[in-house]
């Protein structure tokens, strides 16, 4: 690994390790010292790489007067905001407890693992009484313990984050609670990318005005409403685009349109309100994130399955700069506490009232929550629950969820919360729509490898053709890619959008030239087409007339056979690039039924006082299917709404 490179992993892993450790952080007991090593380790400095979550992890260990005096991780491709929270937990903590009889991060238990083996082969290596390392000190008993603020907060990734940043700026009290060893949940490890229409920037995105783009405003305009509020929102949007047309403007774009598109996109399922708040709201929260800290490319983008250009991407890897935007704000705040390692098992009702909440430690202490004015739940979603996405989601649609489908998701993710609000009397709605993401890893699901150059890139199937429209939707590209051989695509792109891999970075922070030079999930480089082809196994005249056809239609501006309206750019330089793909479970669109307020209601419309709902928990925004870049306005502009009102 380069020193470039791995400065940056390192920066990063510094940056994000405060994540674990804000403000008034309570973690569990931890166990008493274990005995002394029994055999003299040699003085020395050892190393050991092992596999990690996602590739090598090399531990440099330090022994001297037969004591471990230092121990660090040197390399990793672990997940930022995740696998480096283990990064920097566990070697101290073998350090501070002279010991390999260390707890694992709650949700990093690979990476914690892989830690602690390149831990024993180094001490190994200096001779010491491994078995002696490994015996446990006696943990102490489980205790009771009630606490009181004025809300609790059952979550800690985006949505649970972004409610205690407007709940203690509103002067209220919070205690958040959050299952695993870390803070961010799905949130941390999301794509990063953010949609909002914003005028400022709209004149520089990288999509100019076009009569493939403008099809999609015309057409939306042109449908027959369903209902009042779809017709009212159309004539609206069709106004302001005629409007626009008599400006010199680059690009349409309008909280409106983007209201219109979130809900067709999602097949007219979502409640239009709610989706209007969130697109109205979007460009407030992504300044609201800026005034923490956040910080954006200044090029507006179409991300993937957003179906229009009004993508703001992080300047940070994946969903990690949204986390510390968060807990860097509440960093030092006397009215905020965050105990880790502690989940909710459910709530505590006073008459129709939700007034507390009843939690377990992982030592089996148990907790009991009074909120003097609110709960909030943002656990996520359930995506990650293989027996529940069997039971609300397999049906015509997606027949086949079972664990052979990979997931995005977050071990932690696995629906607690929704269970406990509708156990509370909470109505739970749409908890048959999920969405898979087709750009996932296909042995892990993961998406932070995920390299995007700035341009077209193709899907192509083991044939050497293309197969669906790259810029749709994203269940219309999963589907299209499950019917293709072996259930896989690769994400083709050249060097007109990746002009050199030693600086292009995938999402998650790593360097395209890194998974090359290791052929990292089957990551590929050609100079020419025929050279990549060789490499697919895929045939390579058929590859050329494939990306021949594209550039054409590119020239020519004539309708493309599969439907993409949105051209960043030809494929006509190499190297050439490649990677399979195939789609995982991401998100669940269904959970529980809330207000414009948050409020939490039941089947009959009324609300459940002292309770609310923020984040992937929640269903009725985002419909049968959610947009790409929907899901980090929706926690940051819900969890918000939440936070503020339940401090009321």
């Known amino acids: 690994m380069g020193k470039k490179l791995l400065s940056i992993v390192l920066v990063v892993c510094l940056i994000l390790s405060s994540m674990a450790g804000c403000a008034k952080t309570t973690e569990q007991?931890?166990?008493?010292?274990?005995?002394?090593?029994?055999?003299?380790m040699k003085d020395g400095t050892y190393t050991s790489t092992v596999n990690g979550m996602h590739g090598p992890l090399t531990l440099e260990l330090k022994v001297s007067n037969n004591a471990i005096s230092e121990a660090k991780v040197t390399s990793h491709m672990e997940t930022p905001g995740v696998g480096d929270i283990a990064v920097s937990q566990i070697p101290d903590a073998i350090v501070e407890k002279q010991s390999l009889a260390?707890?694992?991060?709650?949700?990093?238990?690979?990476?914690?693992?892989?830690?602690?083996?390149?831990?024993?082969?180094?001490l190994t290596q200096a001779g010491a009484d491994i078995a002696a390392l490994k015996v446990a000190g006696e943990k102490p008993a489980p205790s009771n313990i009630e606490e009181t603020a004025d809300v609790i907060i059952v979550g800690g990734g985006g949505a649970g984050l972004s409610a205690a940043v407007a709940a203690t700026n509103n002067g209220a009290s919070v205690i958040l609670i959050e299952k695993t060893g870390f803070l961010g949940g799905n949130s941390i490890v999301a794509g990063g990318i953010y949609n909002a229409p914003d005028s400022e920037l709209q004149d520089y995105a990288e999509e100019k005005r076009s009569e493939s783009l403008e099809t999609l405003i015309t057409s939306a305009v042109s449908e027959t409403p369903i209902n009042d509020e779809h017709k009212a929102l159309m004539e609206t949007v069709k106004k302001e685009y005629e409007e626009y047309l008599k400006t010199d403007k680059t690009l349409f774009d309008s909280p409106n349109w983007f209201a219109l598109q979130t809900w067709n996109g999602g097949d007219k399922i979502a409640n239009l309100s709610l989706v209007k708040i969130l697109t109205a709201s979007a460009l407030d929260g992504l300044k609201w994130l800026e005034s923490m800290g956040a910080e954006f490319s200044p090029i507006i983008t179409h991300g993937g399955g957003s179906l229009y250009p009004r993508t703001h991407s992080s300047t940070m890897p994946n969903g990690t700069a949204y986390i510390k935007a968060f807990t860097d704000d509440l960093e030092g705040k006397d009215n905020y506490k965050q105990i880790m390692n502690c989940t909710g098992?459910?709530?505590?009702?006073?008459g129709d009232k939700v007034i507390g909440v009843v939690a377990e430690g992982s030592d089996g202490s148990k907790y009991t929550f009074k909120a003097n004015k609110g709960v909030i739940l943002a656990t996520g979603g359930f995506a990650g629950n293989v027996e529940l996405r069997q039971e609300y989601c397999e049906g015509e649609k997606w027949p086949d969820l079972g664990p052979n489908v990979p997931t995005s998701n977050m071990p932690g993710v696995t629906g607690d919360g929704i269970f406990m609000a509708r156990d509370a009397g909470a109505e739970l709605i749409d908890m048959d729509q999920i969405q898979l993401l087709p750009y996932c890893n296909p042995q892990t699901g993961a998406t932070y490898d995920i390299v995007m150059g700035k341009g077209s890139s193709l899907f192509i199937n083991k044939e050497g053709e293309r197969f669906v429209r790259e810029d749709g939707r994203r269940d219309e590209m999963s589907k299209?890619?499950?019917?293709?051989?072996?259930?896989?695509?690769?994400?083709l792109q050249s060097a007109?959008?990746?002009?050199?891999?030693?600086?292009?970075k995938a999402l998650g922070g790593q360097l395209l030239s890194y998974y090359l030079d290791t052929n990292y999930a089957g990551y590929v480089s050609g100079d020419t087409l025929e050279e990549l082809a060789e490499k697919l196994n895929v045939p390579a005249e058929t590859l050329k007339k494939t990306v021949e056809d594209y550039n054409n239609y590119v020239d020519s501006g004539k309708a493309d056979p599969f439907g993409r309206v949105s051209y960043s750019g030809k494929l006509e330089n190499g190297p050439y690039y490649a990677y399979p793909r195939k789609p995982a479970v991401h998100h669940t669109m269904g959970g529980v039924r809330i207000n414009e307020n948050t409020n939490v209601l039941r089947a009959d419309g009324t609300v459940i006082e002292g309770l609310y709902c923020a984040g992937e928990i929640t269903g009725g925004i985002h419909g049968g299917n959610r947009l790409g870049g929907n899901a980090i306005v929706d926690f940051v502009v819900f969890g918000r709404i939440a936070g503020t009102a339940a401090s009321k």
Do not use: F
Not at 105 to 118: H, P
Not at 497 to 504: A, E, G
């Open 345 to 350: 098992k459910s709530l505590i009702t006073e």
């Open 29 to 40: 007991p931890a166990a008493e010292p274990v005995v002394e090593n029994s055999a003299a």
């Open 496 to 504: 007109d959008s990746i002009p050199d891999p030693k600086t292009q």
């Open 102 to 122: 260390v707890d694992t991060v709650s949700g990093v238990t690979i990476s914690s693992r892989a830690i602690l083996s390149a831990a024993e082969d180094c």
């Open 480 to 491: 299209a890619i499950i019917a293709q051989t072996d259930g896989i695509m690769y994400m």
